[in-house]
């Protein structure tokens, strides 16, 4: 059964890098064609999906987000790393990362997700 | 984007009663709509995929229906378990998106 664990900083200073890592355990990351996705949620907000990477590093981004988002995959350490440069206030939140499914004959879903890592952005 | 819009925004309820949450989208889905449950502290929960199915271990009180832009999630026989916020999610096309969800709260 495959679990996500994500992890990093808590507190992040202004202006900084925001940097954390989701390690996937009991399956590989190359296998299957999912999206390996990291998605957010501020304090008493809704959700708000930030990009994917795939198993062969292809990505896509949130538009509100894209100048300021890097995501990228370590085959070798069944992770993959979420990185977003300039952090304000406003990007304080709770992230996720999940595991997202490709739209074939269905659609399964985001069916995995990591447990959260609040990030606070302060000085 | 596509614009996910749910309603109510709030519902209160009671034990055994029947829910019904509704999920709006901006433009058609057909059914690539996914519906989650979230408790207060933990991550979003699968409960239902392709608009109707029903993820694997989740109990047979939730349903979907819906495809286009119209869709529901009913929550049959209420249990204090279910007390929780309720998300609909757009699988159409990227940016995916959610509904701002629904909380259930105990009347």
């Known amino acids: 059964q495959v679990q996500l664990q994500d992890s990093g900083p808590g507190l992040v200073k202004p202006s900084e890098t925001l940097s954390l890592t989701c390690t996937v355990s009991?399956?590989?990351?190359?296998?299957?064609?999912?999206?390996w996705t990291w998605i957010r949620q501020p304090p008493g907000k809704g959700l708000e999906w930030i990009g994917y990477?795939?198993?062969?590093?292809?990505?896509d981004y949130n538009p509100s987000l894209k100048s300021r988002v890097t995501i990228s995959v370590d085959t070798s350490k069944n992770q993959f790393t979420l990185k977003l440069s300039s952090v304000t206030a406003a990007d304080t939140a709770v992230y996720f990362c999940?595991?997202?499914?490709?739209?074939?004959?269905?659609?399964?879903?985001?069916?995995?997700w990591g447990q959260g890592t609040t990030v606070t952005v302060s000085s | 984007d596509i614009q996910m819009t749910q309603s109510p925004s709030f519902v209160s309820a009671s034990v055994g009663d029947r829910v019904i949450i509704t999920c709006r989208a901006s433009?058609?889905?057909?059914?690539?709509l996914a519906w989650y449950q979230q408790r207060p502290g933990k991550a979003p929960k699968l409960l239902i995929y392709s608009a109707s199915s029903l993820q694997s271990v989740v109990s047979s009180r939730f349903s979907g229906s819906g495809s286009g832009t119209d869709f529901t999630l009913t929550i049959s026989n209420l249990q204090p378990e279910d007390f929780a916020t309720y998300f609909c999610?757009?699988?159409?096309?990227?940016?995916?998106?959610f509904g701002q969800g629904t909380k259930v709260e105990i009347k």
């Open positions: 990477i795939s198993y062969s590093g292809s990505t």
């Open positions: 433009q058609g889905i057909s059914t690539w």
């Open positions: 999610q757009q699988a159409n096309s990227f940016p995916r998106t």
């Open positions: 999940a595991r997202d499914s490709p739209v074939r004959r269905y659609y399964y879903g985001m069916d995995v």
């Open positions: 009991g399956g590989s990351i190359t296998s299957g064609s999912f999206y």
